[in-house]
Every structure is written in C-alpha cells, then in structure tokens.
C-alpha cells in the first residue's frame, strides 16, 4: 500500500516541482545576464552584451524555462515519461501560439518589439522541444522517432 501512495504523491507533486525547478534556474540565467552585460564591451561590434538586459533575460526564459520544466516533470512523474513531455511540449507550444495570437490582434507589439516577441516565441518552443528530446535521450534511447 505504501507503494501506491508514494506513485500518488509523485503524481500530484510533478507540476510543483516543475515550476520550483523553473523559479530556481530563473536565478542564474539572471545572474548570467548581469554577468554578461557589465562585461559587455565598449565597441562598435554587435553582441549579446549589448542587447537590453531585460531582452536577454526574456531571451533566456523562454529557452532554458521549458527545458527545465519538462526535465523536472518528467524526473518526477513514476510513468509515462515520453508522454508527460509529449502532453506538456504540446501544452507549451498552445499557450505560445495564444500569446502570439493575442498580441498580434491586440496591437501591444510595435516597430522592434515585434522582433522581440517573435524571437521568445521560438525559442519557446525550441525550448520545448528540446526539453522533450533530452527526455527522449534519456528514458528511451532506443525509440525511433524517424518519419517513414
């Protein structure tokens, strides 16, 4: 019986701990991008460090966010590893899509900021896709996902 409480619980803790894994790793991408902005350099050269802070931070959520969730998730979850990452890479990608939509039909996105938006979006979804290969990798490394 305790072991059937214990799948239970790993069940009902999966989310929690996904979303404790994402408020965690929100630490040290933003500590990179201060890092990485105060050493910017001062010439003419185009680089990460000197984008807006505020945009690499943007830029680093949206990738390394879902990779963290759906690694911790499916960490957590007793079964149906490859599904649960399925189920939330789909999630992920619908909730994008809205927010795409919704700022495109709202007018909230103007001139550069579009450029913005539209680079979070993909690498949102890039994010989540390769959190869900990494599970792939991981749990089932002889699953062949090839189209035929």
């Known amino acids: 019986m305790p072991d059937r409480v214990l799948i239970w619980l790993r069940w009902l803790a999966a989310i929690p701990v996904g979303v404790l894994a994402v408020l965690l790793v ?3 991408i933003h500590w990179a991008v201060l890092i990485l902005t105060y050493l910017g350099e001062d ?6 460090g000197h984008l807006p802070p505020e945009t690499l931070e943007r830029l680093g959520y949206a990738l390394f966010n879902p990779i ?6 499916t960490k957590t979850v007793p079964d ?3 599904y649960v990452a399925s189920a939330i890479v ?3 990608s619908v909730l994008i899509g809205a927010a795409l939509t919704y700022g495109a039909t709202t007018g909230a996105y103007e001139g550069l900021a579009w450029l913005e938006f539209i680079a979070v979006g993909v690498l949102g ?4 896709l390769i959190g869900a290969y990494t599970v792939k990798e991981k749990y089932y ?4 996902l090839s189209i035929r």
């Open 141 to 144: 490394p002889d699953l062949n």
């Open 68 to 73: 963290v969730l759906i690694y911790a998730v």
């Open 80 to 82: 149906f590893k490859i």
């Open 43 to 48: 010439n003419d050269s185009l680089g990460l």
């Open 26 to 28: 929100s630490f040290p």
């Open 125 to 128: 979804i890039s994010g989540a």
């Open 90 to 92: 789909i999630l992920w």
